[in-house]
């Protein structure tokens, strides 16, 4: 049984289904969904989709960038242009992809929804669990009925607020990072002329940064601004639920805070557009993701920034070892979690702690910003996919 219909549960469904088992999906939200936003998926989440066998459907409705453009953001100059395209996928052997996440979460929907052997059950919570010596008894809420299934296993993908995670004893709040991101999406002709076709912008200013690229065959951008601030927005609990605290933003707070930016970055800003806003916030790497047959995959283990645009490709990663692992023993299934989270526990760590570093590098001012600059001059586009050959060159085994 897999907790939450996210990216993580649903690649978790379609490989575990592929590898011989039953698979059970529980999703609290009455629809499978994403927000209005975009998603980046670097080589090393395509590498996981195509293990899934799910890459050539993702990339049917992705768009590949032709580079990523890192600009300053109050001067406007260009800092590093870093091929993506041809360049990334000749170098990791597989594609650098954005796609809208409705997208990206109606692919998944449709590979699931073709595999009989997975059963997804809409509108219903995982609300608490114990363990048996068989595997699992699970608490399940619709509605105001209650009942209780068993499984073999318990994967808790139910995202940053998991209650599979607390049920198993870490009832921690997640750690607020005093950063809000605002995400919109445009149609693209409005985009101004200095921005627009196939290339992901990146734009580096104190205390913000912003990010866009295309989406739709390249019809819509995706525009992400991030700042440092927390009180200027109202915030209030998500209605979905999920990976976030979430709200609409008032465009003229975001507004006066690129005031000073270069005017392409603003004209990004001052698109007629709802913002939505996200509260981010993490945890620090888990020491433990579960006990006996039950254990945590994607943002429910490893809540990360996005400041590295890794959450969901940690999710994919797991779904693809968390496979593998259950696959090599389906006869003893809490050795197989426990063997999974040994594999994935340092890499996920090592995100979870890079993306915290780059929230402070993103953000810099003054000289500490120039310095950062440089080092990025310095280091070049080969230099820098060569800092995160780690990262992306990461490949299923
Ligand atoms: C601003 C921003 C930008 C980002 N950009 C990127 C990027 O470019 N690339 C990238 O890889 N990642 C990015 N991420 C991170 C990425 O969005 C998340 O890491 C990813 O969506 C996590 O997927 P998940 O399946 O683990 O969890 P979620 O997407 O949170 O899914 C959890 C699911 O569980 C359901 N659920 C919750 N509780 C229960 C329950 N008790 N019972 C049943 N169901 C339940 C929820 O309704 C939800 O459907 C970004 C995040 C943010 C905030």
Not at 3 to 19: F, S, T
Not at 124 to 153: D, K
Not at 249 to 264: K, S, T
Not at 333 to 341: F, G, K, Q, V, W
Request: net charge positive; hydrophobic share 50%; charged share 20%.
């Amino acid at each position: 049984m897999i907790a939450g219909a996210g990216v993580g549960g649903l690649a978790a469904a379609v490989g575990l289904a592929d590898a011989g088992f039953a698979v059970s999906v529980i999703e609290r939200a009455p629809q499978v969904t994403e927000i209005g936003a975009g998603i980046q998926l670097t080589p090393n989440a395509t590498a996981a989709l195509a293990r899934l066998g799910l890459l050539d459907r993702v990339a049917a409705v992705a768009v590949e960038p032709r580079a990523m453009v890192i600009r300053n953001g109050r001067s406007g100059h260009e800092i590093l242009r870093m091929p993506l395209g041809s360049t990334v996928a000749r170098r990791f052997g597989r594609p650098w992809l954005v796609v809208h996440r409705a997208d990206l979460i109606a692919a998944l929907a449709a590979a699931v929804a073709a595999t009989p052997a997975i059963k997804i059950t809409l509108g219903t919570t995982v609300e608490a669990f114990a363990l048996n010596p068989e595997g699992v008894t699970v608490s399940l809420v619709t509605g105001r009925e209650r009942r209780e299934e068993t499984a073999a296993a318990l994967i808790g993908a139910d995202g940053l607020w998991s209650m599979v995670r607390r049920g198993a004893g870490d009832a921690r709040a997640p750690v607020v990072s005093g950063r809000t991101a605002w995400r919109t999406t445009i149609p693209s002709e409005s985009l101004p002329p200095e921005l627009a076709g196939l290339d992901s912008g990146l734009w580096l200013g104190p205390d913000a940064h912003l990010v866009h690229y295309p989406i739709r065959r390249g019809s819509a951008c995706n525009i992400v601004a991030v700042v440092r601030d927390e009180t200027a927005v109202t915030i209030k609990p998500s209605e979905a639920g999920g990976s976030s605290w979430s709200g609409v933003g008032d465009p003229e707070v975001l507004i006066r805070r690129f005031e000073r930016w270069a005017a392409p970055a603003r004209a990004l800003i001052e698109q007629p557009a709802t913002w939505l806003t996200w509260r981010l916030a993490d945890r620090p790497p888990l020491t433990a993701w579960g006990r006996g047959a039950q254990t945590l995959l994607g943002d429910a283990a490893h809540p990360m920034l996005p400041f590295l645009a890794q959450g969901a490709a940690m999710a994919i990663e797991d779904a693809v070892v968390l496979t593998q692992a259950m696959a090599a023993q389906p006869g003893n299934l809490p050795a197989a979690l426990r063997a999974y989270e040994a594999i994935r526990r340092p890499r996920t760590a090592r995100v979870q702690k890079e993306a915290r570093i780059n929230s402070l590098a993103y953000h810099l001012a003054g000289p500490a910003a120039l310095a950062r600059d440089v080092v990025l001059q310095t280091r070049g586009p080969a230099g820098l996919l060569s800092r995160y050959r780690w990262l992306y060159g990461w490949r299923p085994d």
